[in-house]
């Protein structure tokens, strides 16, 4: 991270000075190593914690050995060797090897199942664990040991902590405030041992589990140690460069070696090293600017601030709050709401916080810290109740943001303060907060400011800014359809009342926007588990009929691939006399639509329909709706292939399907497109040498030609990537956005990555479809028909007077 | 004009059991339906079914909190008030509904 951050500044202000090689011990590009516990438990992706995509590298002409480890540096002949054997000149050489984590040497450190928790392979080993089940034990009840244990429970291990001092985080917090995050992860159901001392980890072959030194036994399947992390110096050390705990640097980040500089956690500076974002950060932007020549900024060592990255706990941390001679202390406790704040003061000056349950004013009290001000005497019976307090205002959380001097701290990740953002919005004519992202950095790394970022720009703007950028469900709740989605499947929520009390639903039932897009969720999520909630759906899907503008229904039946018989014909001729249809009209999509039908009627309409073979055409729903034929190869001249037969095989693999939004297919059986394949959600052209595969078009409010997704060979293949496609769109697609939309969205090429590139996944998707499928084929006019299902909606109550 | 009250009387419109908790049925009294709902903590409300927007059937919409959303255009009525809410401007005519013994009576007029 701290390079990838030095490469930025560099490319921004010399873009073409330098010609830059990246040797990454891991095997891809730089990512957010800050967000790994979200990837943990769920709430991110690895998609989203990426920094620097392939793009990146491309744009700015940069070379890059991925999980290519440096084992020598030779600075006479000014080369670097890799260890595959690559070799490469440098004129300049940046060390940013970063840190070690410490295994304690204890016996049985080396059992498989005993990680660190350092990098994204060691995610992936703890969610492989966690996926078999078991107990996790996790050595260390620091930030990052309480992150992982968080994670890992949140994946469904049973997890203990073992922690050597008597109370949590003792780097970070106080004994109060590591008590009361004792007290909310026991709560959660966390095993938390404090004063615990690991003697052995024991297994045979594997990890089994680890004894105390007070005889206690823990079976274990993993065993999670975080108890520190040490710079990594032995290739610094190889080249003779001057290292101590760490590589010495000076404060342009020069090593002993004025050709090589080095940034980030393997870096010693004035006996300090670094283990948090903001220093590294701010070492990197110094390393750019003196490889460019300018010597005039430098590095200095900085109070820093900590947050912990678990959903639902806020603490927040900064400066020095150890109680000493000459110190005073500020407290405010209030049990109930589970709030405490420590101030710790020395002489006239604020040097440390501790704040727990509440931690809005952290950022304030962060920056009185840094400034070294005086507390004034009249302030300081007041100083703990914040800024809000102190400037006289109501919480409104815009003029808290409004009274913040420029120089106050925003983005601590980045070291960005509100008057830097200010000036960014005005000069840049920002409006969002991606703007303010990509200009300042100002929220892009850990993203606990997106609030304060947004208060700024609303600030600024006034009506101008658009609110949040982020689209929430509904007014019910302040989350994003993604986030939700995420949630959903990482928590293992498996009902609607489940999903509003843990995410914090603010109405007691929802409303009827987020409710049908809980039930879609749920029911693409937990295939053949979770219960549909009939009244969490629209009218049209709970009786499986059209409302029209008077009350009365209309009826499609499937005919798949457009085909008929003469008996269907003559079943629906004979419907439409019997009840008095008023009207019957040959739909778009190749159907016929029965409309004016009286609800009270539709079951027995419905039983009609289904002695005579038909089914529903789910015209209502938002699932898959039709697929739309020509006659290929059966009976017109050009046709190529059997087009029909294809689209008849589409129809009845995929029917049933509930989707985020309504989906139209259709096959053509030569490039003349008879059925408007391209301009549906999923399209195919037949072609001589096999088939053209489309999707995301759009005829509706808005005409979109589709985009090719590929060809394939075998028809075999087309029913296969037709499939894959839809799960994808099922499990990414947000409720009510068509398929154009979620490909935009999530961009064309990401889609034709996970379904064309990555065999595997597309079998994986595939295999998921066929098995949700197997619960979602049921004819839902059959069970109302019979009056097995929903037989209230149906019958108008006679008084009974 | 004659005195509406003295020609209310109370119906036996169904049992308590027959409507689904956040769903409804629908009673019909000559000219008038009256949508009957249940929400989510079991309490009952009858309005009239009508939407005053372009007449939906309240009845098909779904019930949330102590409202319902109409299946044509998304209005959202109070059960208890029928007042529209939001900034759509209307009202519905609401009925009292009492419990006997599980069974769901409503006073209609007429």
């Given amino acids: 991270m701290a390079p990838g951050r030095a490469l930025e500044t560099l490319f921004d202000s010399h873009p073409d000075m330098y010609e830059v090689t990246i040797f990454n011990a891991e095997p891809r590009v730089n990512y957010n190593r800050i967000m790994l516990s979200p990837v943990l438990s769920g709430e991110s992706s690895f998609e989203d914690i990426i920094i620097h995509g392939d793009e990146w590298y491309a744009e700015n002409n940069v070379t890059l050995h991925r999980g290519e480890m440096v084992t020598e540096i030779d600075r006479k002949a000014k080369t670097v060797t890799g260890a595959s054997g690559i070799v490469e000149n440098f004129d300049k050489l940046i060390i940013a090897t970063g840190s070690n984590p410490f295994i304690i040497p204890m016996p049985g450190h080396k059992l498989p199942g005993v990680i660190a928790y350092r990098d994204l392979d060691d995610v992936d080993l703890m969610l492989a664990a966690a996926k078999k089940g078991g107990r996790a034990v996790v050595i260390g009840g620091g930030l990052l040991g309480l992150e992982a244990a968080a994670g890992l429970k949140l994946r469904g291990m049973d997890v203990t902590v073992l922690h050597l001092m008597p109370t949590l985080m003792e780097r970070q917090l106080d004994p109060a405030a590591g008590y009361m995050l004792e007290k909310e992860l026991s709560g959660r159901g966390i095993d938390i041992r404090c004063e615990a001392n690991t003697k052995e980890i024991y297994g045979e072959g594997k990890v089994e589990g680890v004894r105390l030194d007070d005889g206690a036994d823990i079976e274990a399947s993993l065993v999670v140690m975080a108890v520190g992390i040490r710079p990594s110096l032995q290739l610094a050390k190889d080249a003779g460069l001057e290292t101590d705990r760490g590589i010495q640097v000076d404060e342009q980040m020069q090593t002993s070696d004025p050709d090589v500089y080095a940034v980030g956690e393997c870096v010693e500076f004035e006996g300090n090293c670094y283990g948090l974002v903001a220093p590294l950060y701010e070492q990197a932007r110094v390393c750019a600017a003196a490889l460019t020549g300018n010597k005039e900024s430098a590095f200095e060592h900085a109070e820093v601030s900590t947050k912990l990255k678990v959903t639902g706990v806020d603490l927040f941390s900064a400066g020095d709050f150890a109680d000493g001679h000459g110190r005073e202390e500020i407290v405010f406790r209030d049990a109930a709401r589970g709030i405490y704040k420590r101030l710790v003061l020395e002489g006239d000056r604020l040097i440390g916080a501790v704040l727990y349950g509440e931690t809005s004013d952290g950022s304030w009290f962060f920056s009185k810290i840094k400034e070294g001000a005086e507390v004034p005497a009249d302030e300081r019976s007041t100083l703990i109740f914040g800024q809000s307090y102190a400037g006289g205002g109501s919480l409104d959380p815009l003029a808290a943001v409004a009274a913040l001097p420029d120089d106050a701290e925003i983005c601590g990740c980045n070291g960005i303060s509100k008057g830097q953002i200010l000036q960014s919005i005005e000069k840049e004519g920002l409006t969002d907060l991606a703007g303010v992202r990509s200009c300042t950095k100002a929220s892009s790394s850990c993203g606990t400011c997106t609030g304060l970022v947004e208060s700024l720009l609303a600030l600024q703007l006034g009506d101008a800014f658009a609110a949040p950028s982020k689209t929430t469900v509904c007014g019910c709740s302040d989350l994003g359809h993604d986030e939700v989605r995420r949630l959903i499947v990482s928590q293992k929520m498996k009902s609607i009342p489940e999903v509003m009390q843990s995410l914090e639903w603010k109405t007691s039932c929802g409303c009827a926007k987020c409710r049908p897009a809980l039930n879609y969720y749920l029911v693409a999520s937990w295939p053949g588990e979770y219960v549909d909630d009939g009244q969490s759906r629209f009218i049209n899907e709970r009786v499986h009929a059209n409302i029209q503008k008077d009350g009365t229904y209309s009826v499609v039946p499937r005919a798949w691939g457009g085909m008929t018989t003469s008996a269907e014909l003559r079943a629906v001729a004979d419907v439409v006399d019997k009840f008095n249809i008023p009207a019957v009209k040959y739909t778009g999509g190749q159907r016929i639509d029965m409309l004016g039908v009286k609800k009270e009627d539709l079951p027995a309409v419905w039983a009609d329909l289904n002695a005579a073979g038909m089914v529903s055409g789910h015209a209502y729903g938002k699932s898959l709706r039709t697929v739309k034929t020509c006659v290929g190869s059966d009976w017109c001249r050009f046709g190529t292939q059997d087009s029909t037969g294809l689209g008849i095989k589409l129809e009845k693999l995929m029917w049933g399907a509930w989707t985020p939004h309504k989906v139209k297919l259709a096959v053509s059986g030569c490039p003349r497109n008879c059925s408007e394949a391209t301009c549906k959600d999923i399209g195919v052209i037949c072609v001589d040498s096999g088939y053209e595969i489309h999707f995301a078009g759009a005829a509706g409010m808005e005409i979109l030609g589709t985009e090719v997704l590929c060809k394939v060979a075998t028809e075999d293949e087309a029913l296969e990537y037709c499939m894959a496609l839809l799960q994808l769109y099922r499990e990414q697609g947000f409720y009510l956005e068509r398929i154009y939309k979620w490909a935009k969205r999530v961009s064309h090429d990401k889609v034709r990555e996970q379904i064309v590139e990555d065999a595997e996944k597309r079998a994986a998707l595939k295999e998921r479809f066929m098995y949700s499928q197997s619960f979602a084929q049921d004819d839902p006019w059959e069970a109302r028909a019979s009056g097995r299902v929903d037989a209230h909606e149906f019958n108008v109550l006679e008084p009974a007077e | ?110």
């Fill in chain 2, 1 to 110: 004009m004659s005195d509406v009250s003295s020609k209310a009387r109370w119906v036996d419109a169904c049992g308590v059991d027959d409507i689904p908790f956040r769903g409804s049925r629908r009673i019909v009294e000559g000219d008038l339906t009256i949508g009957l709902f249940k929400t989510m903590d079991g309490n009952i409300y009858a309005i009239d079914n009508k939407c005053p927007h372009k007449n939906g059937p309240l009845s098909e919409g779904i019930v949330h909190d102590t409202s319902v959303t109409c299946p044509l255009h998304s209005w959202v009525f109070d059960l208890k008030t029928g007042q529209a809410r939001g900034a759509d401007d209307g009202c519905v005519k609401t009925f009292e509904v009492d419990r006997r013994d599980g069974r769901v009576w409503v006073k209609v007029a007429g």
